[in-house]
Nanobody, 121 residues
């Protein structure tokens, strides 16, 4: 079974930045993505990347503010988050799988434990 470990979350002021990392301890999958979730809400698509082709995809909240990237040698995926807003507060999850629909959480097979992002003044 795939092992994914996120890091880089924390407390940041509005307008600030955070850099999240996801390490695949047993490798990476065809599709790797970032999702976020708050209590009582559905898991929301943030960004994803086709690992072999380095093709990025972004959800509406991420466009213009977040950047997804990969490091093949390190089996690591990154999410650079800039211009953070209080609405970005959530647990951010790394996910992997063979998902063709990159926006659908149900099509991802493996998930990390999540890392908390809190945006507050």
């Amino acid at each position: 079974q795939m092992q994914l470990v996120e890091s880089g979350g924390g407390l940041v002021r509005p307008g600030g930045s955070l850099h999240l990392s996801c390490v695949g301890r047993t490798g990476m999958m065809y599709t790797m993505g970032w999702f976020r979730q708050t209590p009582g809400k559905e898991r929301e698509f943030v960004a994803a990347i086709r690992w072999s082709s380095d093709s990025p995809f972004y959800g509406d909240p991420a466009k213009g503010r977040f950047t997804i990237a990969r490091d093949i040698a390190k089996n690591t995926m990154y999410l650079q988050m800039n211009s953070l807003k209080p609405e970005d507060t959530a647990v951010y999850y790394c996910a992997g799988g063979t998902a063709e629909n990159i926006r659908a959480p149900n099509e991802y097979n493996y998930w990390g434990q999540g890392t908390q992002v809190t945006v507050s003044s």
